[in-house]
């Protein structure tokens, strides 16, 4: 057994938080929610070595690292953790089996949306551990996205951001997804898999068999029943804050996206959206979306991360 056992990554706002409560709620498996640090607390050092020995700087940064408390150890357990290791990445695969251990299961994983971008690092730190990448069709991502993100958080540090939100969801989307796809099929046989949100929405139960097939886990039904006793019916509570069962159409491009926002993203990220069986709008493209995409394509194409992304449908 080897931990971090999973990683949970997909587009911020696909429903990772979901899958990671279904799967968390397994009898031998434990999820972290958004832990980030496994790359961010040591992001300097993992520049300049893959896989660097381990030093007590190296224990002090994740200590230090404003969400690892996320993880429910003790600085004790930390250090302790820390005695021995050889390499970072055996530091870290004792602090998952560790914070396993403490909640009675035996197989312990992440999930953090980002990773999605970072699959063929984390490959090489835990070339044992599996992926399982959410995708969500973009444009109900998008109507998520825009009440979440902020001049400091996902797409709102983006500077097409304030003169086209919808727009730059667009792009956010198609470059996260489609750098998981790209990564995620490099991986070798039996560490990648794709669920669509759709269907783990639409039919939980078969969805997580087969995820649990893919794990190697025996089906369990306490994944299905994750908000059982937890539900809250208060007004004004999120989806997530209310602990909602799966349940269809929170979100709805259909009649939620107005006609020229629709024409842009689908403009933007059309042919990913296809790739991936998503129908799209069959909207005729007027001026005002073909000038706004061709400034969303222009500020796009000046930038570092689009240089090896030319491939992108």
């Not at 640090?37 to 070595?49: E, G, M, N, P």
């Not at 953090?112 to 992926?131: A, G, V």
């Not at 995620?184 to 649990?212: I, R």
């Amino acid at each position: 057994m080897t931990n971090p056992f999973v990683f949970v990554v997909g587009c911020p706002r696909s429903g990772t938080t979901l899958l990671q409560r279904m799967l968390d709620a397994h009898p031998r498996l434990t999820v972290a929610n958004d832990t980030h640090f496994i790359t961010r607390a040591v992001k300097s050092v993992l520049k300049r070595d893959a896989n660097p020995p381990m030093t007590p700087e190296l224990v002090d940064l994740v200590l230090a690292y404003r969400r690892f408390r996320r993880m429910g150890l003790s600085e004790a357990e930390v250090r302790n953790a820390a005695h021995g290791c050889n390499f970072y990445s055996e530091f870290v695969s004792r602090l998952y089996t560790l914070r396993g251990r403490k909640i009675g299961k035996s197989f312990s994983g992440e999930k953090t949306p980002d990773f999605c971008r970072q699959m063929p690092q984390l490959h090489t730190l835990f070339p044992k551990t599996r992926f399982v990448h959410i995708i969500r069709d973009g444009r109900n991502t998008s109507l998520s996205t825009v009440n979440w993100a902020t001049d400091s958080k996902g797409p709102g540090k983006w500077k097409t951001w304030r003169e086209d939100s919808i727009g730059t969801c667009a792009l956010w989307w198609r470059w996260q997804v489609f750098q998981g796809l790209r990564d995620g099929a490099k991986l070798p046989d039996g560490k990648y898999q794709e669920v669509l949100y759709e269907d783990l929405v639409a039919e939980p139960e078969s969805t997580l068999a087969h995820l649990a097939e893919f794990l190697g886990l025996e089906d369990a039904r306490e994944m299905a029943e994750f908000h059982a006793g937890k539900t809250r019916d208060h007004p004004g509570l999120s989806a997530k804050s209310a602990w909602l069962p799966p349940t269809q159409g929170l979100r709805d491009w259909t009649n939620q996206m107005n006609p020229v926002d629709l024409q842009v993203f689908e403009g933007v990220a059309g042919g990913l959206l296809q790739q991936l069986g998503y129908s799209l709008s069959g909207l005729e493209t007027s001026m005002e979306a073909v000038a706004r995409i061709e400034a969303l394509e222009h500020w796009w194409l000046g930038q570092k991360m689009s240089r090896d992304l030319q491939s992108i449908p």
